[in-house]
């Protein structure tokens, strides 16, 4: 995800000279995003709005529940490796918003937990922010153009972790040296991560609108009109009315508990 308004600005992070800078970026200990009660909040977007996804990575969380982080949005624009190593990579596919949808839930903050969650995520920044619980509180309105209401919703009290867009020249200086990204990468053909060329994996958009539409009308609504293609301007909704097979693309078997939603 990107803050709606965040511009590429350089800036320096341990004597590296970066392209994007975020506010309240995590260190990769995740340094103060515990909570008193030892929990640290995971704000969930993609695959991570089905509770059955998260519970993948996180057997033991708990609180699962709709949320909204104000000011962000959704965009398709990077590639994952994990796509090629399923099996459900087709790179011949290579594949206003004030807010998004999300899961929120909690999990122990254990170093074990911050590795796991860092693994899932390996491309991408970690920015803590403040989300909002959905079904509780001040009426709000999300807009794409039109106004969308969402209902409801409050301040959580608490911080969580949202994954942030990140650069090719990023993520190579912070986390992804030669070595890993010829294991990771360059093995599957991929030169770029974060591209504007890319489509969403036919087989993963499935699983993210099932996902979405298991938390609700809401949160379907928003990742279907508040989310973006790497173009920035086509949304997932309109992508999809121009390719309804997407919704038939089936997982291959092994996989299909995992990607159905």
Same mark, same amino acid.
């Given at each position: 995800?990107?803050? =709606?308004?965040?511009?590429?600005? %350089?800036? %320096? ?7 994007l ?12 995003l ?5 929990? %640290? ?18 057997p033991?969380?708990?609180?699962f529940?709709? +949320?909204l982080?104000? +000011?962000?949005? #959704? ?7 994990v ?14 918003? #004030? ?35 959905l079904?509780t509180?001040?009426p ?20 969580a972790?949202? =994954? ?12 992804c ?23 969403? =994996? ?24 508040a ?14 009315a ?9 997982p ?10």
């Amino acid at each position: 995800m990107t803050p =709606c308004r965040a511009l590429p600005s %350089m800036g %320096m992070t341990a004597g590296l000279r970066l392209e994007l800078t975020y506010e309240n970026e995590l260190d990769d200990e995740f340094t103060g995003l515990a909570g008193d009660d030892g929990l %640290m909040t995971i704000a969930g977007f993609g695959s991570l709005l089905s509770e059955r996804s998260a519970r993948y990575t996180f057997p033991h969380l708990v609180n699962f529940r709709i +949320g909204l982080v104000p +000011g962000w949005r #959704r965009v398709f624009s990077h590639t994952a490796d994990v796509f090629f190593l399923r099996g459900i990579a087709r790179p011949e596919t290579s594949s206003h918003r #004030r807010g998004v949808v999300v899961s929120l839930f909690e999990v122990p903050y254990t170093p074990a937990n911050v590795a796991a969650f860092i693994s899932r995520e390996h491309e991408f920044r970690f920015v803590a922010v403040q989300p909002l619980e959905l079904g509780t509180g001040q009426p709000l309105e999300l807009g794409t153009g039109q106004p969308l209401e969402l209902g409801t919703g409050q301040p959580i009290g608490r911080k969580a972790v949202v =994954c942030a867009a990140n650069t090719d020249s990023d993520y190579r200086a912070l986390r992804c040296p030669p070595a890993e990204w010829s294991r990771r990468w360059s093995v599957h053909g991929c030169t770029s991560v974060w591209r504007t060329d890319v489509l969403p =994996c036919r087989v993963y958009l499935r699983h993210c609108v099932l996902a979405a539409r298991s938390l609700g009308e809401e949160a379907e609504e928003n990742f279907l009109r508040a989310t973006f293609l790497a173009d920035r301007r086509t949304t997932v909704g309109e992508y999809l009315a121009l390719h309804l097979d997407i919704m038939d693309e089936l997982p291959p078997p092994e996989l299909a508990e995992r990607y159905s939603g």
